[in-house]
């Protein structure tokens, strides 16, 4: 640790003690960001205490970078600035619960699934089925605004997230929402918390919907020879009275990746699982009586649409597909040192973007799996044999035709993970939109010293 480190470290002991200041290379590697270590890490384990720490580093003109369990940090363009991580892991209880009442205040360093297994004594939860589940805080998956394989039945933490407390770039200690569920007062300006990646302020605390467990739960799965035909099926569901909790098309690259998957799974899937061929995978809950309606019209509709074969999972394979589905982002990710993941949103046509993804990644003879959601957006993954030149002028090139492709069809196009080469020649977020003047106008209304992860959003931001 060099000199201005130490001064730093020293003058951070006075404000949350020495205990919770960390200088170590070894730490701040862990809190790296694509190569930039932060020359402290500091751990709060109070609201007020962040504040002082944000307030700290505006006056000293440094950068504050919030961080959990590290899980989604690769997520966004290098920082342009990186001096203190905020190690928000010490701000870890639920601060209210009222479970008659459906509604939760909990600290954002919370282990996602210890709250999980919290609310579950009260037979409920909060529908984030997203990647790293085991791994990340609560705090991170909102920063992040990883997607949710619940989205189908629960809507996204938009739908769901009711208020928040931050502290912002002026080290003021910001509410917005409330606890309950009829809140009408004010502006949501939690909402624009969610996929900021921590550079509008410091998640404290998160308000929740909860909702009750359900009693159980089933899957479908379905193998089908053409995208055409997936496409007829997920239009005939959706025209249907049923409601399923998820919808996850696969395709057969993303299928064997699935199928895997260990997690705590007692058995394996069905064997035609892995016959290299797309795959839909429909979940649901109810009681029984809802669970043997839902599987039987839904391999009604399936054989209707073509499909090959398909089946209700029994109850191990069920519970390990649901892992699997949504651990598959992390899975991939972390496939190899030059994994590189796009989410891509267009107006309806999935036949036609999957042809051109296929077709796009195959120019370059790069290894790709392409996966979606009824109800979110679609996932391209390409997964080159080695990191070097070669492979980043590759992925360069296939990036910039992944953002004209979607630019063409009015939709949008970003790289969710990818190496950290990549993003010295493309910019992640793909090229600047109408809307930056905007954005810096929020993010300058947040945080006009630009303390917090300077340079790693949209525009620079």
């Known amino acids: 640790m060099n000199t201005t480190a130490m001064s730093v470290a020293a003058r951070l002991e006075s404000v949350v003690g020495a205990d919770h200041v960390n200088g170590g290379s070894e730490s701040c590697a862990k809190f790296g960001v694509d190569g930039a270590a932060p020359s402290v890490v500091v751990r709060p384990v109070s609201s007020a205490e962040v504040v002082e720490v944000a307030r700290f580093a505006k006056s000293e003109e440094l950068a504050l970078i919030p961080c959990g369990n590290c899980t989604k940090l690769d997520i966004g363009m290098p920082p342009a600035r990186y001096d203190v991580a905020l190690d928000m892991t010490g701000l870890n209880e639920i601060a209210y619960y009222d479970p008659d009442d459906l509604t939760l205040s909990v600290d954002a360093g919370m282990n996602l699934a210890l709250l999980a297994d919290a609310l579950a004594q009260q037979k409920q939860f909060v529908p984030l089925g997203v990647p790293f589940f085991e791994e990340c805080t609560v705090g991170g998956t909102i920063a992040s605004n990883i997607g949710s394989s619940l989205r189908p039945g629960y809507g996204s933490a938009r739908d769901f997230l009711l208020g928040a407390e931050f502290v912002n770039g002026a080290g003021t ?35 929740f919907r909860t909702f009750p467990l359900p009693e159980g739960y089933g899957h479908v799965g379905s193998t089908f020879s053409s995208v ?94 649901r892992s699997g589905l949504r651990e598959l982002i992390k899975l991939l990710s972390r496939s190899g040192p030059a994994a590189t993941i796009f989410r891509i949103n267009t107006f309806p046509g999935f036949s036609a973007d999957v042809a051109m993804l296929d077709a796009l990644a195959a120019r370059f003879s790069i290894p790709s799996c392409v996966f979606a959601t009824s109800s979110g957006p679609l996932y391209f993954a390409l997964q080159p044999d080695d990191l070097n030149d070669k492979t980043i002028t590759s992925l360069a090139q296939i990036s910039s035709g992944v953002f004209e492709y979607a630019a063409a ?15 010295r020649v493309i910019n992640i ?19 006009p010293e630009n303390v917090f992860a300077p340079g790693r959003f949209v525009a620079g931001i």
């Open 173 to 207: 200690l910001t509410k917005s929402g409330g606890r309950v569920v009829k809140n009408v007062t004010g502006y949501d300006l939690h909402k624009l918390l969610i996929g900021s990646l921590g550079t509008l302020g410091a998640i404290t605390r998160l308000n």
């Open 228 to 321: 055409d035909s997936i496409v007829r099926f997920q239009t005939m569901v959706s025209k249907s009275p049923l409601s399923p909790s998820s919808f996850e098309i696969l395709g057969p690259e993303a299928a064997k990746v699935v199928a895997g998957f260990q997690g705590d799974r007692d058995s394996g899937l069905p064997s035609w699982f892995t016959q290299g061929t797309w795959h839909v995978c429909v979940g649901f809950e109810g009681v029984e009586t809802v669970l043997r309606r839902y599987s039987a019209e839904l391999m009604q509709y399936a054989e209707k649409c073509g499909a090959s074969s398909g089946d209700l999972l029994e109850k191990s394979a069920e519970k390990s597909l």
């Open 409 to 423: 069809r009015n939709g949008s196009a970003f790289i969710l993970f990818c190496p950290t080469g990549l993003k």
């Open 429 to 447: 977020w793909g090229p600047a939109k109408n809307d930056a003047a905007l954005m810096r106008r929020v993010k300058n209304a947040f945080d």
